[in-house]
């Protein structure tokens, strides 16, 4: 089965800093891999996918994140965090029959004025 | 909002009482997804459908049932509430592309005492 990995359930960076979240995942075969965002008491919003097409893939908001295949990777970054950002981030894969969606943990975003 | 409705939005309800949970979406998409948002767990997948009738099984299915009679709706029931089914649930709809992103409801926020 698919699986992604959050590295981190918690970070803070300070505003105009570089955000970086990490997420591995786990298949034989490159999967099919996404990034949402959740803002308190709110669904689920995509921020961006991955879908082979290229391995930098640019989102909304100002993020982007790049599938590295060797490292099995699928990071988040934003080169400069606003206190907007501050958040809830899911990586999420897709498995290859395209029926199921796995999420990972999660990583709570906290941007320090 | 991508034409998702769930209801309730907030339900509090008594251990042992079966309840009922309504997702109902406007854009005809085939797939659609039950999940439950807990702490330290990210999204965890109840029950999924992939057309009118056909349902399967997700990765914490004990003590949920689904139903999907029509392309619009999908039900999700607890069929006797138990403390640790309080949580958030999601409902989330797809087109069935595997490359294609799943689209968010607003959430229900369960409590049962």
């Known amino acids: 089965a698919q699986s992604v990995t959050q590295l981190g359930s918690h970070v803070s960076v300070s505003e105009g800093a570089l955000v970086l979240l990490r997420c591995n995942y786990s298949?034989?075969?490159?999967?099919?891999l996404f990034w949402y965002v959740q803002y308190p008491n709110q669904g689920l919003q995509l921020l961006l996918k991955?879908?082979?097409?290229?391995?930098l893939v640019k989102g909304i908001n100002g993020f982007e994140a790049e599938f590295k295949k060797s490292e099995t990777s699928f990071h988040l970054t934003k080169p400069s965090a606003h206190m907007s950002d501050a958040a809830e981030y899911f990586c999420?894969?897709?498995?290859?029959?395209?029926?199921?969606?796995?999420f990972g943990t999660g990583t709570s975003l906290t941007v320090i004025p | 909002d991508a034409g998702i409705t769930q209801s309730p939005r907030h339900k509090v309800t008594e251990t042992g009482t079966p309840v009922t949970l309504r997702c109902h979406q406007t854009?005809?998409?085939?797939?659609m997804y039950w999940y439950r948002q807990d702490p330290g767990h990210g999204l965890r997948l109840i029950h999924y459908?992939?057309?009118?009738?056909?349902?399967d099984k997700g990765e914490v299915s004990d003590g949920y049932s689904v139903s999907r009679s029509k392309t619009e709706d999908f039900l999700l029931t607890l069929e006797s509430a138990t403390s640790s089914q309080t949580s958030v649930y999601f409902c989330?709809?797809?087109?069935?592309?595997?490359?294609?992103?799943?689209?968010f409801g607003q959430g229900t926020r369960l409590t049962v005492v």
């Open positions: 991955y879908t082979s097409a290229a391995t």
């Open positions: 999420a894969v897709s498995d290859q029959a395209g029926n199921q969606f796995y």
């Open positions: 989330a709809i797809r087109l069935r592309d595997k490359n294609t992103e799943a689209f």
């Open positions: 854009e005809n998409h085939r797939y």
């Open positions: 459908s992939y057309g009118v009738k056909d349902t």
């Open positions: 298949s034989s075969v490159p999967p099919y």
